[in-house]
Structure formats: structure tokens, C-alpha cells
């Protein structure tokens, strides 16, 4: 670490300059595999499950080869932990050191981040071992399956919902609630969804905070750099993934339009829907080369609404089908409904879905999709 | 000490995973083309929590080619960046995808543990070696190959004997008399190598479980082989009216079609012999026994001449349909009843195979009692 740290000292002497302000940094230096088990985790320490066991190796094989291995891992915590990895040349340590403080910044003044729970790696060690301790008393197969539940629901947070009553039509937090778990069970289900908000808000401002980081990078490497090292640095920041290529051209037409202040402000009060919807225009849509796709004719549209209306669904539901409780007021029966009636559900999963709910409700199960009453209980599915 | 809950993840993930395959092996198995680019693709799409998805295939974001996004395949030119933005499955979802020898060793296991064949003990290196990888020589035999003659050992032998034999000093050497060969020391080292050959009939009719069996066959030698011969050479021969050398991966990849001409296959296996003196010698073939009428007395032949010349013939009659035995295999099942270094195996189902196994396991234990019938012998022999 020892060779970085005038290079981080000058870093942040200039970050300061442009305005910057974060908690302190502490880095890290580590090797190719602790950075693919955080990465595939999401924090260190955070509790074993199987599920994390396919994207660790994927991980793990692409570090060695691809462009797209990751350089750099910063956790919002204070203060925040960065893992520079020690097969990266001096340069792209340089770049990801300058990376990193455009995302403490953003941790540390962005209106969504600053509330979050900046204590989640001493939280997630505490879930590990809370749930390590209920597997040697109820036995490793039942937390298990247990686990698989709660994070099948816990896909349901969301970190922004702020009125009580459409929370309360969000499953996972439904269940807390009425459920009828053993106190374990409801513990082990209030862990897994205060892990999900805290994943969900990341997810939530990927796109921003991955670009402001990107762009706070390029304008300190600027003034860091040679010439040549700035030519040799350009072509990697070409190659990031798209949530960096897109955030960072957001914030680079910010800065056009109204200056670094601007994009400052844009830093502390946006998340992604409002970045998108207010930053993205045709002309961006198309240097980046964004459109939508649709495989059954293989057309490709790429007019900026098309491309900003599915960005934002993506953004707001994941992609992924909006299934709320019916009645939350009337907890006796559990009725969820597929808010989007048009679409179809892949009926494959629908059983194992309902399978998952019902090892939290005990109670028969219902859901509202593709036009049909399906219900789940002890004797299996059934369909009316 | 580190935890190292990645691999731990990956492990239980790795576990699942397995399970997967017992369950689903035997349709695995069957694929026609089982190995695409080193890969063997199953039907599961990830290993995945039971989240619920949209059934039909639908538009979804993408970048162009050249972009960094990353995630699955999908049209050429479009890259989907869902995934990338959080959460998001829109977009052609990625199939689980195994390294061919990673699926050769979980359907092995799996195998192994159907059969309840005993579990054998790796070697110290393991897979198909080709002949780069030789063995230490660091013993002396009167034995051996010309290019390992020691020319020392070999010039002073040559002396004495003709200072002995003619009173002359004088180095006139006559390599049978003389020669001193470098060899590994049997003590030292426990490396066989062999030749595998295997050849299969794709004509017509030779599909679906057919496949299945074969290639469940096939695993399973290699199990038994890999153990006793970590330096192996394996070849791939497919026939149907003509023969033709292929890679493992084509032979692993085939399309049948056309008529039936064993000795073609028989043939094409002979010419593999060439230039690997050293090795032990496996013959399998796999075939339903229906060889066109006009090839069945040159089919004998050939096969009378595989006797000869490998050290040891299987023959697989692969019947899945558990029909009588008939054709060219009727004649085989009775030359191997008299010829020690045939064997003859009717496949019917996975027991047949564990009984084909265990005759030529025996074969192999027997060590040379069962070589007599061989008119070559290595001089390198068993060592087992």
C-alpha cells in the first residue's frame, strides 16, 4: 500500500478542490479471489448460501481473463471500505483509487445514501452468525430452506417506499408482519429483508453512482495524468459496462448544461429514474448505441422514449413481475395478484414460487396470474 | 484464518448442482450435439432462486456490439444489458454451461454411484495426456525404444562383449546385444500410457438412448482408464458406410445417417496403431451389429486382424431395445468366448454396463495371463 499512498494523498488534495466530500477511505489490498467472494456476496462476512456459489465462480473465472473482471469494490460503509486488487498494474490501481472517491462522495452526500445504514458489514456479521447459531439448533437442511424463502421474497423491498400503506402490499414486508413464524423464523426473515434494502437501494442508483464515479475518475485522472497515460487510461473507460458508459454520459451533459455545480447538485438529490428521465436524449441514446431489442421480429427501436420508458421500468420494477397482497387488511388469507394482468408469468415457476411463499404462510396461498386462480397448499397446486 | 465463504458457496452451489444432473443425466446425455465449444449446455437456466418471470419472450434493452455490456449470447451485434443494470432477466437467458470435463466428472460420479462401482483412487495427474508428456526416464533396460538408447552405458557394453567375444577392443555394436535403453524406474513412477481408440457406428438408426448408453459406457472406461493410465492417447473414429477420424468434441457431436460397414471402422482403428508401439492398446467399439450384408465376411476379417494387433478388443452391442443378439454381434460374442483379449458386451442398460465393466476391469487386472492371446507384446507390459 505503501507506493499508493502519495498518489492518494494528491488525490485527495484535488478531489477536495472540485468540491468533493466523503467519510474516511480505507483501502485494501487483496487478491483476485477475496474481491470475487465480496462481489459475489455483496459484503464480506454477509452469511454462506448456495446461491451466491454460482456467481462467485463466474467470478472467479472471468478475473483472469476478461475486460470485464472487476477492478475495484467500494462498500457503503463508514468508514468505506475499497479493495484494490493486487494483480492490477500501478496504473489501473491509480484509476480505481481515483474511482473510489467519486463513490465515497456520493456515499457520503447522495439524499438516498446518506440515510442508509452505513453499519450493514458489522449487520450482515451478525446475521451470519445468528443464522450459523439456528442451524446447529434446528438443523442446516431447515435453515436452508428457510433461506431460500426469505430471499425469494425479499425481492419485494423497496428501499424508497416511503407509505405505509402500498408497503404493506409488498410481500416480504406482509409477512413479517402477519405470518405466523416462529420468533427464529421471523428473525431470520427481518435479516434477509434488511440485506434486500440495502442491495435494492444500490440497485436502485447504480446507474448515477456508478457515473458520478466514472466522472469524478475522469475529471481527477485528467489533471493526475500524462498525456500518455490519459490516452492508455481513455481506452479502458471505454470498456466499462453500460451502467458506467450511460451514467457517465448523464453526467457529462449535466456538466454541458450547467457546469461542475450542476453536476454536484445532480450527485446529491438524484437516484436513476430521475437522472434517466431527465438527462437521456436521442442524442445520447445513439452514441451510446442503446435500443430496444425485440426478438420475436428482431427490430431494434431506438427512439429515446422507447429506450428511457423501458430503462425506467427496469429501473422501478427490475424486470421482474409486480405481484402484491390483494387485501392486506384481512390477513386470514393470503391472495397476491399479478398487478399487470396482460402479461403472462412463465408458468414453470409460479408452483416452486408459491411452494417458497407457503413455507412462511403455512396457510393456503393464492395468486391472481395469467387469468387463472392459483392456489397453493399442503396438497401441492392447484388451478382453477 | 480466513473463512473463505466463497468457495463454501460455491461448494453447496456445486452440490445442488449435482443433483440436478442425477436427476436429469440421462436426458443430458442423449443430446446430439452433447459438446459445443468444450461446452456441454444443459436445459436449466441458472441454478435460481423460484422468483416469479414473464413467460413469453419479450423486447428488452440492448447495445450495441462493441459496447461493454456483458451477460449471456443472445443476436449477434445486440448486446442485452439488463443484467447489468440490477436484477433485471429480461433478454435470452443464460443456460447453465459446463466445461466437458467438468460434465464427464459429475456424470461420472454419478455413474459410479448407480453402479455402486467401487471409487477409485485418482492418479497424480489425470485427464488425456498426449505424448508431450512423458514420463521420467531414470532407469536402464536392456529394452526400449531407439530414440532413448543411453550411448554410454550402451558403448561400454558394446566393448566388453567384444573384447569378450573377439579379443578385440573395439566398439562394434550390435544394438540387441548391446543396447541399454533409458526407461522409468518402476519403482519410481507407477505411469502406463495407453492408446484408447474408440469407434462408433452413427449410421441410421443409432440415436436417443442408443447415445445415452454409449456414451454412459464411454465415461465410465474412462473412470476405470484414467486411474491406471494417466498418460493416455485417446482417438476418435465414427463410421457408418465409410470411417473418419474426429475430435473429441465431433465425436461427441454426431449426426447419423447412412448404412452400416463395421469393417471400415476396424480399419480406420488399425491405422490409429500407427507409431505408438510403446503403448497398451484398447480397442472399443460400439455398434448395433447390423452391418450391411456385402461387408460381413471383410468385417471378420478386420476384426480377426484387431486381435492381432491391440492388446485388447471390446466390443459393445448396443441394444437398448434388449433385443436377441444377431448379425456380426453373434459372431463376435462367440470369437470372445475363445480369444482372451476380446471381450463381448450386449448393453442393454446401465446394468449390462456394469457387467461389460467388470469383465473388462478383469481383463485389465488379469495383467498378462490375459495378454497371451496378444501376438504383440509391449515391452513395457503391466505393472500393476
Known amino acids: 500500500m505503501r507506493e499508493y499512498e502519495a498518489v492518494i494523498a494528491r488525490v485527495e488534495e484535488l478531489a477536495r478542490g472540485l468540491g468533493l466530500r466523503w467519510d474516511p477511505v480505507v483501502f485494501r489490498m487483496s487478491e483476485v479471489e477475496e474481491i470475487a467472494e465480496v462481489a459475489s456476496m455483496g459484503l464480506p462476512n454477509r452469511f454462506v448460501h448456495w446461491y451466491w456459489g454460482g456467481a462467485y465462480k463466474e467470478l472467479r473465472l472471468q478475473q483472469d481473463k476478461s475486460l470485464l473482471s472487476i477492478l475495484e469494490l467500494v462498500l457503503n460503509s463508514r468508514p468505506a471500505y475499497a479493495f484494490l486488487r493486487r494483480s492490477n498494474t500501478y496504473l489501473q490501481n491509480v484509476l480505481v483509487i481515483a474511482h473510489v472517491y467519486g463513490h465515497a462522495d456520493f456515499f457520503a452526500n447522495n439524499h438516498w445514501f446518506r440515510k442508509s445504514n452505513k453499519n450493514m458489514l458489522n449487520e450482515a456479521e451478525r446475521h451470519a452468525r445468528t ?13 436452508e430452506q428457510l433461506l431460500d424463502s426469505c430471499l425469494t421474497v425479499a425481492s419485494t423491498v423497496n428501499a424508497f417506499e416511503r407509505d405505509p400503506t402500498r408497503r404493506r402490499r409488498r410481500l416480504v414486508y406482509f409477512l413479517e408482519e402477519h405470518a405466523p413464524l416462529e420468533p427464529y423464523e421471523r428473525e431470520v426473515l427481518q435479516a434477509v429483508r434488511e440485506e434486500a434494502e440495502y442491495f435494492d437501494l444500490i440497485q436502485r442508483t447504480h446507474v448515477t453512482n ?20 490519459w490516452a492508455e487510461v481513455c481506452v479502458h473507460l471505454c470498456a466499462r459496462p453500460t451502467p458506467y458508459t450511460l451514467g457517465y454520459a448523464l453526467f457529462g451533459a449535466i456538466r454541458r448544461r450547467s457546469g461542475f455545480e450542476g453536476a454536484l447538485e445532480a450527485r446529491r438529490y438524484y437516484e436513476d429514474v430521475r437522472l434517466i428521465d431527465e438527462t437521456l436524449t436521442q442524442d445520447l441514446v445513439d452514441r451510446l448505441d442503446l435500443f430496444v431489442y425485440d426478438p420475436r421480429d428482431r427490430s431494434r427501436n431506438t427512439q429515446v422514449d422507447a429506450v428511457k420508458e423501458m430503462l425506467i421500468e427496469q429501473k422501478l420494477y427490475r424486470g421482474e413481475p409486480r405481484v402484491e397482497v390483494e387485501d392486506p387488511d384481512h390477513p386470514r388469507d393470503l391472495v397476491l395478484v399479478h398487478v399487470e394482468e396482460g402479461r403472462k408469468l412463465d408458468p414453470r415457476r409460479i408452483a416452486l414460487y408459491l411452494k417458497a411463499v407457503h413455507r412462511l404462510w403455512r396457510h393456503p396461498v393464492r395468486l391472481r396470474a395469467n387469468g387463472k386462480l392459483y392456489t397453493y397448499d399442503r396438497r401441492g397446486l392447484s388451478t382453477a | 484464518m480466513r473463512i473463505h465463504r466463497g468457495r463454501i458457496a460455491q461448494h453447496k452451489h456445486d452440490e445442488l448442482l449435482r443433483a440436478y444432473l442425477k436427476q436429469n443425466l440421462h436426458e443430458l446425455i442423449q443430446q446430439k450435439e452433447l459438446v459445443v ?59 447453465v454451461e459446463l466445461d466437458f470435463e467438468e460434465f464427464v466428472r459429475l456424470a461420472q460420479e454419478v455413474l459410479v454411484e448407480e453402479l455402486e462401482l467401487p471409487s477409485l483412487q485418482r492418479p497424480p495427474r489425470g485427464g488425456e495426456v498426449e505424448t508431450e508428456d512423458f514420463p521420467e526416464l531414470d532407469d536402464l533396460d536392456r529394452i ?113 445417417s447412412g448404412g452400416t460397414h463395421i469393417s471400415a471402422g476396424f480399419e480406420k482403428a488399425l491405422e490409429m496403431l500407427e507409431g505408438v508401439s ?85 481383463r485389465v487386472d488379469g495383467g498378462g495371463k490375459a495378454r497371451c492371446g496378444s501376438t504383440r507384446r509391449s515391452s513395457r507390459g503391466w505393472r500393476s
Not at chain 2, 455490456?69 to 437467458?93: A, C, I, R, S
Not at chain 2, 460400439?286 to 471383410?298: Q, V
Not at chain 2, 448396443?318 to 463376435?332: A, D, H, K, L, T
Request: aromatic fraction near 12%; charge should be negative; proline fraction near 2%.
Open chain 1, 210 to 229: 456508478e457515473g458520478w464515479a466514472t466522472f469524478v475518475e475522469a475529471t481527477l485522472l485528467r489533471e493526475l495524468l500524462s498525456a500518455r497515460e
Open chain 1, 131 to 143: 443464522f450459523r447459531q439456528y442451524e446447529a439448533q434446528y438443523g442446516r437442511e431447515t435453515v
Open chain 2, 37 to 95: 465449444d468444450g461446452k456441454v449446455k444443459t436445459q436449466l437456466t441458472t441454478l435460481d432462486l423460484p422468483t416469479l418471470r414473464y413467460g413469453d419472450e419479450e423486447a428488452y434493452l440492448a447495445q450495441g456490439a462493441g459496447a461493454g455490456g456483458g451477460g449471456g449470447g443472445g443476436e449477434e451485434g445486440v448486446q442485452p444489458v439488463g443484467g447489468m443494470l440490477g436484477g433485471d432477466h429480461h433478454g435470452p437467458e443464460v443456460r
Open chain 2, 278 to 362: 510403446e503403448y497398451d492398446t484398447y480397442l472399443f467399439l460400439f455398434t448395433d451389429g447390423e452391418t450391411s450384408s456385402g461387408d460381413f465376411e471383410l468385417a471378420k476379417r478386420k476384426y480377426e486382424e484387431a486381435l492381432d494387433r491391440f492388446d485388447l478388443v471390446c466390443y459393445g452391442h448396443v441394444n437398448p431395445g434388449s433385443r436377441g443378439v444377431g448379425g456380426f454381434s453373434e459372431y463376435v460374442q462367440e470369437v470372445a468366448r475363445k480369444r482372451s483379449n476380446a471381450t463381448f458386451a450386449n448393453l442393454v442398460d446401465l446394468d449390462s454396463v456394469r457387467e461389460a465393466l467388470r469383465q473388462f476391469l478383469a
Open chain 2, 144 to 256: 526400449g525404444l531407439a530414440a532413448d538408447l543411453n550411448l554410454e552405458e550402451t558403448l561400454v557394453a558394446s566393448l566388453l562383449r567384444n573384447v569378450r567375444e573377439r579379443g578385440v577392443l573395439d566398439f562394434d555394436v550390435d544394438l540387441r546385444q548391446d543396447g541399454w535403453y533409458f526407461v522409468e524406474d518402476p519403482s519410481a513412477s507407477r505411469n502406463h500410457r495407453s492408446l484408447e481408440v474408440y469407434v462408433l457406428d452413427i449410421s441410421g438408426s443409432m440415436r436417443g438412448d442408443y447415445l445415452a448408453l454409449v456414451r454412459k459406457t464411454i465415461f465410465l472406461l474412462w473412470y476405470a482408464l484414467e486411474r491406471r493410465y494417466p498418460t493416455n492417447l485417446r482417438r476418435y473414429v465414427v463410421f457408418q458406410d465409410v470411417a473418419e477420424e474426429k475430435t473429441r468434441e465431433e465425436f461427441f457431436s454426431v449426426e447419423s
